[in-house]
C-alpha cells in the first residue's frame, strides 16, 4: 500500500478534486430526474433538460479524463488498461440515466468511476468516510427537495408543517434507517427541537410550512434563531432551512442572497419548494 507523504501531493488533490466533480455530476442526474417530469413527450425536447444534459456530459468527460491521468501519475499501467477497457461499455451512451425500482434516476457511468475512485483511495490510504457521507447528504438533499412530489404521492393536500413533514419522515426511514424526528439540541438556557435529523450524517433539516407571503417572510427570518440555536453543536454539523409554500412567493436566490447579507452560518443551506397546501381555518 502506497503511503501518504509529500511526492503524492498532486495526486491527491487530484483524488480530493474527482471527488467532487462525481458529487456535483450526482447532482445533475437528479437534476435531470426533476427535469424530466417537464419534458414535451409529443416533441421530445425541453430546453432546461437538454442544458443540464449537456453539463452532465461535460461532467463525464472531464471525470474520465481525470480518472486517466490519475492513474497515469500513479505508475498503474495495468489499472489503466483495466480502467480504459471496461468504460468501453459505458461510452456509447455515458450520459445514460435508467430509472431504478423505486423511480429514481441511476448513471451506470457514474457509478463505474466511483468503483475506480474509491479503489484508488485505498491504494494511496486515502481515508473516504467523507466522500461517502457526502454522496449520502447529496442524496438527502435531493429527498429534500422532492418534498412536494412526496406530499403529491401520499394523496393529500396538507394543511400545517407536521402533515409535510411527516410525510418526508415516512421516506427518509427507509433510505436512512437511523432518521429521527424532534431531535433535541441543547444550550445554555434553552433546549432546541429539529424537525428531522440523520445522525450518521450529522445532518438535521428544519421544516417551515406557509400559505401568505408574509407568512413566508416571517419564516425566513425565523431561520436565524434555529442557526443560533444549533450553533456550536458538535453532532450536527449540516443543516437545511425547508420552507414549502402553497405558492411560490420567493425563489430560493433572493433566500440565499438574502441569508449571504445577514451572514448566515455557512453551513445552512436553504430550500424552497412550492405544492398544493390550505391553512385550517381556527
Not at 176 to 198: C, H, N, S
Not at 241 to 270: C, Y
Amino acid at each position: 500500500m502506497l503511503e501518504i507523504n509529500i511526492n503524492y501531493a498532486p495526486q491527491i488533490s487530484l483524488l480530493k478534486d474527482i471527488d467532487e466533480q462525481l458529487t456535483d455530476a450526482w447532482n445533475s442526474v437528479y437534476k435531470l430526474q426533476n427535469l424530466s417530469e417537464h419534458v414535451d413527450h409529443e416533441n421530445g425536447t425541453n430546453e432546461d433538460y437538454d442544458e443540464e444534459e449537456t453539463y452532465f456530459s461535460s461532467k463525464i468527460q472531464r471525470i474520465h479524463l481525470s480518472l486517466c491521468l490519475l492513474l497515469e501519475s500513479l505508475g498503474y499501467v495495468q489499472l489503466l488498461q483495466d480502467f480504459k477497457s471496461g468504460y468501453s461499455a459505458y461510452s456509447g451512451n455515458p450520459t445514460s440515466c435508467s430509472p431504478t425500482r423505486d423511480g429514481d434516476f441511476h448513471s451506470s457511468t457514474l457509478s463505474y468511476f466511483w468503483r475506480f475512485h474509491k479503489t484508488t483511495s485505498s491504494l494511496i490510504n486515502l481515508e473516504s468516510v467523507e466522500t461517502d457521507e457526502r454522496k449520502q447528504r447529496v442524496l438527502l438533499e435531493a429527498i429534500l427537495r422532492n418534498t412536494p412530489k412526496i406530499v403529491h404521492d401520499r394523496k393529500i393536500t396538507p394543511n400545517s408543517e407536521a402533515e409535510v413533514r411527516n410525510c418526508v419522515y415516512d421516506l427518509l426511514i427507509h433510505v436512512f434507517p437511523d432518521t429521527m424526528r424532534e431531535i433535541p439540541v441543547p444550550q445554555v438556557t434553552k433546549t432546541y427541537k429539529a424537525d428531522l435529523g440523520v445522525p450518521s450524517l450529522k445532518t438535521a433539516a428544519e421544516y417551515k410550512y406557509a400559505t401568505t407571503e408574509e407568512e413566508a417572510r416571517k419564516i425566513i427570518g425565523g431561520f436565524y434563531e434555529d442557526m443560533r440555536g444549533y450553533a456550536g453543536s458538535e453532532d450536527w454539523k449540516h443543516f437545511y432551512a425547508v420552507l414549502f409554500m402553497s405558492k411560490p412567493f420567493f425563489t430560493v436566490e433572493q433566500i440565499r442572497a438574502e441569508f449571504a447579507h445577514v451572514g448566515a452560518d455557512k453551513n445552512w443551506s436553504p430550500i424552497l419548494v412550492h405544492g398544493e397546501g390550505t391553512r385550517k381555518r381556527r
